[in-house]
């Protein structure tokens, strides 16, 4: 796969694709498609997902609307409030939120939305987008069910400008109508198998789906399109570990594609010795990283080879925000690789994650070490990298995931 054929593949999936979507299964049906063009059958395997179709969302604000989407899964509900502003999360601050519309900074993660209903908060404003870029974009939010564990309040999102008026101009009270039908749909997995000589295997993995405002071509088409040039080489080269190829669905919704195949595969996980995981790779700026949910050894490991292969590299032991996360979580060694461009050079999650921002023969370059990194992998008399957790990792996992809060 060269350059050109990368860059018409990001020319070619260049529309939104959210998880659940029907664009989401055409993506998927697009990527079996381009399986078979080297010769490989993969399969769609679906799970199901939360869905919402939002018929009502109002935000008004001292009697005046204000532009904003509501919170999907959020349920059906209308509250008026005084608006409080949650500048600090404290417990003082945070005592001030009872009967009150919260407006919060960030995104709403599992800990910020106990602590709003813990302390009484009757609905919550968030808020997205840049207040120096030129357009007034809101993202479409979910309120995942893992962080409401069936206890809903409603919620909109805002515009971050828009935000910054409310509270300059020191808005009183809040009003949010929210009326949506929730149901149950369906996401993909992707997956192609390619068997090698032993029955252990390595899992390489990207997601496809995309937020709201994305086209998703640096997140993550581009991981997408790895996995893709990956698959089309062991095809033609022998590799001694089976390869299994996961093109994931759902992962902007809370990793719901790999956290379905790790359930629906569980008595498989134990055959699996590796997985590579690729989010965000190839794009024209930024440094290539390696993060590491693994032994500290692989960090090593990695390094050492690039300095053979002489291609520039930052490595770290860590847990990386992606499809990586559930299978480690699982006791797999993970790496999940990625090229971090500065944020005022790429973005992700908004409308300015197009193609533009992609380069053809870096993206070439970046899936070239990958696939060497996996070849040496893949035909180990015995893969190198040990097949446990250790602590320090085990502790970031529950972190991550919420089973455990940060004490930081």
């Known amino acids: 796969m060269n350059a050109k054929a990368i860059m018409k593949i990001f020319q070619e999936t260049a529309y939104v694709r959210m998880g659940g979507s029907a664009e989401e299964l055409r993506t998927a049906e697009y990527l079996a498609d381009k399986c078979a063009e080297f010769g490989c059958e993969a399969r769609l395997e679906a799970f199901e997902v939360d869905m919402a179709t939002m018929e009502t969302a109002m935000l008004l604000v001292d009697g005046k609307e204000i532009p904003c989407k509501g919170y999907l899964c959020a349920g059906s509900a209308e509250v008026e409030a005084p608006l ?3 500048r600090n999360t404290d417990s003082y ?46 993202d479409q939010r979910e309120l995942r069910s893992y962080v409401s564990q069936g206890n809903k309040i409603p919620g909109v999102n805002i515009n971050a400008k828009t935000a910054i008026s409310l509270i300059n101009n020191d808005s009183a009270t809040a009003k949010i109508v929210l009326k949506q039908e929730e149901y149950t ?3 993909h997995n992707v997956i192609l198998d390619l068997p090698g000589e032993r029955p252990e295997y390595i899992v390489m993995t990207a997601h496809y789906d995309s937020t709201s405002l994305s086209q998703g071509a640096y997140d993550n088409m581009s991981g997408s399109v790895g996995l ?3 698959a089309e080489y062991f095809s033609k080269h022998p590799h001694s570990y089976g390869l299994r190829f996961i093109w994931c669905g759902s992962e902007e919704r809370g990793l719901l594609g790999s956290k379905a195949y790790c359930r629906d595969h569980e008595q498989e996980l134990k055959d699996i010795v590796l997985n590579i995981n690729l989010d965000m790779i190839g794009c024209i ?18 390094k050492y080879l690039c300095k053979e292969l002489g291609f520039g590299i930052a490595v770290n032991q860590d847990v990386y925000s992606s499809d990586s996360t559930p299978f480690a979580d699982k006791g797999i060694p993970a790496v999940s690789f990625a090229r971090i461009a500065p944020g005022n050079t790429a973005t992700i999650h908004n409308s300015y994650d197009t193609l533009a921002v992609m380069k053809g023969q870096q993206m070439v370059d970046d899936c070239a070490f990958i ?11 015995m893969c190198p990298v040990a097949r446990e957790m250790p602590d320090n990792m085990k502790e970031k996992l529950d972190i991550y995931l919420c089973r455990k809060r940060d004490k930081k």
Do not use: P
């Not at 939120?97 to 908060?121: R, S």
């Open 84 to 86: 409080y502003y949650l």
């Open 93 to 138: 601050s945070l005592s001030h939120c009872k009967n009150k519309i919260v407006l919060i900074d960030g995104y709403l993660g599992y800990w910020m939305y106990q602590d709003l209903l813990e302390n009484g908060a009757l609905g919550f404003i968030t808020y997205d987008g840049n207040a120096n870029y030129a357009d007034c974009d809101i």
């Open 185 to 187: 749909g369906r996401s």
């Open 228 to 230: 893709l040039y990956a």
């Open 285 to 302: 700026m930024g440094k290539f990283i390696a993060c590491c949910t693994s032994e500290e050894a692989l960090t090593n490991y990695i």
């Open 371 to 381: 696939t060497g990194f996996t070849e040496r992998m893949a035909n180990a008399a």
